[in-house]
């Protein structure tokens, strides 16, 4: 076994990270960036949906790193700005590194 898991491969977490991108940004327009307590709210969904993923697939560090950076990235696609979308990845790394 390697860094991530056999159960649950690179492609498979990419494809979980763009599907709660896509989610987020389904919930929260790109018109309501601004919104800070829109934003606030969303994000709290992304980070208890993102950590459900987190624990049923027991991802390590290399794991939670590339779900974080396949959220942001898809954040990207899905329209948001790219400061926007760092800030978001960020924050829900800090958040994913700090749960076991």
């Known amino acids: 076994m390697g ?8 492609n498979a ?18 018109g309501r960036e601004g919104d800070s307590k829109r934003v606030a709210a969303e994000y709290e969904i992304l980070v208890g949906d993102a950590l459900g993923y987190q624990r049923r697939a027991e991802l390590g ?3 939670k790193s590339h779900l974080t950076n396949s959220i942001q990235w898809a954040l990207v696609e899905e329209g948001f700005s790219e400061e926007f979308s760092r800030d978001i990845g960020g924050r829900l790394a800090i958040t994913l590194a700090a749960s076991d």
Request: hydrophobic share 50%.
């Open 3 to 10: 860094f991530i898991s056999d159960l649950v491969s690179r």
């Open 13 to 30: 977490i990419g494809k979980q990270g763009r599907l709660l991108a896509k989610q987020f940004a389904l919930r929260l327009t790109k």
């Open 61 to 63: 560090v290399v794991g």
